[in-house]
């Protein structure tokens, strides 16, 4: 009796007991939708933040990439760990813990005299936190709605895609009219709100956890009707989605970290920019980004993998563009081409990857976010590099990327139908 009473008293597929009644289910994912969206604003502020900052801190083009890339460093390892301890304690338990510490990570970037390593160093710790909190929202989302989890996954990435439509604005904006620390402060409060709804509302359950293989095997045939193997996490369709999510990653963080150093530079060279227009140019690719997940998020499975396939050439048009031409309206159009191609190589590859199984969607959902932190890595850290031999060179290399991702994606896509 004692066992009973510590546990919740609702729960989902657990024989015997009570699930979940709709409307609490529907509250849990609205709930995972808002938290997602006020932690990504997070996320979206310091990602530019650190690397832009590294840069008015006298620091380098490199360590304006570390700024960023760090973060991926720890966040090739973290979702992983992250999913696979939301599935064992609870994704309302998981999630109020992470948020709470990511509210002290948020607060160091106050310190006093602070260097370009101090940037970097926050930056590994917040990429070490976020892996508990994003797997776990998705996880989450994603059991609650299993009929219809392509629009769940799809809410989800939209919450958290429209929240970076903002922080580049803000941070260009408020930097003139407040100082450099002064989005820190709005981000602050925007975290300890995450908490208070996250620790206030989420409506806590447990789930059956599969005894064994066959278990598992069983109930991913009841959510998709492909052969047992395609799901095996080393299939060609898994791995087709990881190189997916790894190109997302890389594509994303040139974008978001170098691309403000990008304009900053032309600005120093005399071409007719000024510090807003990355501001500009970062909103309409956040705001095409999330209209692509809105777009993709009505789509049927069978669609994802052209999703992938499309997102990866949309990806190399946009970082051709941007390696040949300097103008403002050619950013504009290669901006919102990208952010369509993104949006294609994220949703569709996570979807393939969490819709793959019944349990354990914490775990899955780490996955994706783990082979997006490679990405993550790569991008800023190698296009950081790079920069510091030519301005373009990043862009020129998300275009080389992309085609060998295309041409790597389509034949494995290929042996998973056969």
Request: hydrophobic share 50%; charged share 10%.
């Amino acid at each position: 009796m004692a066992k009973q009473e510590s546990y919740e008293p609702f729960c989902l597929d657990v024989e015997g007991e009570p699930d979940l009644p709709k409307a609490t289910k529907k509250r849990n994912r609205v709930i995972g939708y808002i938290a997602s969206f006020l932690v990504v604003f997070t996320l979206g502020t310091t990602e530019v933040f650190a690397s832009w900052y590294a840069g008015i801190l006298g620091g380098t083009t490199l360590e304006s990439g570390l700024a960023m890339g760090m973060f991926g460093f720890m966040y090739i390892f973290s979702p992983i760990i992250g999913g696979r301890i939301s599935d064992k304690i609870g994704r309302k338990k998981t999630l109020t813990i992470s948020t709470a510490v990511y509210v002290v990570v948020i607060s160091f970037y106050l310190l006093p005299s602070i260097a370009p390593i101090h940037l970097i160093v926050i930056r590994a710790v917040e990429g070490l936190v976020f892996g508990f909190i994003a797997p776990t929202i998705e996880g989450m989302v994603a059991e609650l709605d299993p009929e219809a989890q392509a629009a769940a996954l799809g809410n989800f990435s939209t919450a958290w895609s429209a929240s970076m439509i903002l922080p580049p604005f803000i941070i260009a904006y408020m930097a003139g009219a407040y100082g450099e620390l002064s989005s820190i402060y709005i981000i602050l409060a925007v975290e300890l709100l995450s908490l208070v709804v996250i620790g206030g509302f989420i409506q806590s359950y447990r789930r059956k956890t599969p005894t064994g293989g066959n278990e598992g095997a069983n109930n991913i045939g009841t959510i998709d009707s492909q052969p047992e193997q395609i799901h095996s996490k080393t299939s060609p369709r898994f791995i087709a989605s990881y190189i997916s999510l790894i190109l997302w990653g890389v594509v994303s963080t040139v974008v978001l970290a170098l691309f403000p150093t990008y304009i900053e530079s032309l600005i120093i060279l005399g071409h007719p920019f000024v510090r807003e227009d990355f501001g500009i140019l970062l909103l309409i690719w956040n705001t095409a980004r999330t209209v692509c997940f809105i777009l993709v998020a009505r789509m049927g499975e069978k669609h994802m993998v052209k999703v992938i396939v499309l997102g990866a050439i949309l990806s190399a048009i946009s970082g051709i563009m941007l390696f040949l031409f300097v103008d403002i309206w050619v950013f504009t159009a290669a901006m919102i081409i990208s952010g369509v191609g993104v949006g294609f190589s994220y949703l569709g590859a996570l979807y393939l990857v969490v819709s793959a199984t019944e349990f354990e969607k914490g775990s899955y959902a780490g996955i994706v976010e783990s082979m997006g932190g490679v990405g993550l890595f790569i991008g800023p850290v190698v296009g950081g590099w790079l920069m510091g031999f030519g301005l373009t060179l990043p862009y020129l290399m998300l275009t080389g990327l992309s085609i060998v991702a295309f041409l790597v994606m389509v034949p494995l896509f290929s042996r998973s139908n056969k």
